[in-house]
């Protein structure tokens, strides 16, 4: 997948937003499963991000994957994005990022505060090192406007200076293309009404992306937003398309364990709220009982109250050391 479908999925997917996590499964290596309910997130590191009908048997749980099913349990999707226009996703539940590394081959982390709680391939680089409990950091972004790059650019080929728009290539050729212009063609060498050309030829673009798979035969062999022998409602069922079914169907026990998870969730929500409850009535009961105990020296102090106002309930609190308020004509009673 290239930049500009990470964009897209990213709005493609805005609907599992305010979902809870269900469930995380490595599925070998650099790929991975992400439920909420029936939503299915196929994770490959390195080459695609998206919404899946597929769903394949899972090995045993790794160390990694345990990781992640702690951390996210219970928890909602707050919040899903790319970062800027890089090939990174994001998802934020309540305060935790599972965050995507795409480009590569990629990476999969557990982010809190900043800092790295998990991390799938351990990494360093002379400035960023991708371990547990160091802190995290987003590689530089080298994204430019069309405008920053006929101007950083003047002796480059257009369309190897177009790498710097972070829309992928085959974007970057389709734009050159429908607005006749070499890609071959140095930036300073270009006229206003070519570089009018491009800027055109961009936005058309943007505006019309729609996700579509060509064929050899009855073989998928490309996928694009620019349409194709065969289109699509999503990028998520194009891409489906394109990669196909897994080789092993999913067993219906995981079925089963998703089941039993939602039920150990609910399980666990209302047995928290039970404790809440009982909290509540033990809490009551001692007032309750406290009040009774008392009942005698509550009366006199409220015949008191209507007979005589605040004056005799703040000498009686002075002298018993109680709190008075006189203001809201609070009384607070020690036992």
Known sequence: MANLEYS?????????????????????????????????????????????????NAPPATAFAMKVRKELKGKRLTELSQHGSDRIMVLDFEGTQLI???FGNGNLLLVREGKIIAVYSKK?????ALISKAEYFFPPSSTK?????????????????LRDLDIGMTY????????????????????DSEKAAISESL???????????????????SFSLCGGEKEFPTLSEALDEYFG???????EAEEKESNSARLERLKES?????????????????????IYSHYEDFEALLQAYRKQGIKPIEELAEKRGWKLNVREKVLEISA
């Not at 360093?124 to 960023?128: F, L, P, S």
């Not at 936005?203 to 798979?213: A, Q, Y």
Request: glycine share 4%; with cysteine.
């Open 245 to 251: 079914a897994p080789e092993f169907v999913q067993e």
């Open 124 to 128: 360093r680089w002379k400035d960023r």
């Open 145 to 161: 406007t069309l405008e920053e790059i006929f101007e950083d650019n003047p002796a480059s080929a257009v369309g190897a200076a």
């Open 8 to 56: 897209f999925m990213a709005r493609e997917l805005q609907p599992i937003v305010h979902k809870f996590f269900d469930q995380f499964y490595e599925l070998d290596d650099g790929r991975f499963r992400l439920k909420f309910g029936r939503d299915i997130i196929i994770i490959e590191l390195g080459t695609r991000f998206h919404k899946t009908k597929y769903v394949e």
């Open 172 to 191: 970057v050729r389709t734009i050159l293309k429908a607005a006749k212009v070499k890609d071959s063609k140095n930036v300073d060498s270009l006229s």
């Open 203 to 221: 936005n058309g673009l943007l505006s019309r992306l729609k996700p579509g798979v060509s064929y050899d035969g009855d073989s998928p062999n």
């Open 270 to 290: 209302q047995q928290k709220r039970l404790d809440e409850l009982t909290e509540e009535e033990e809490e009551a009961k001692k007032c309750a009982d406290f």
């Open 100 to 102: 995507a590394e795409m």
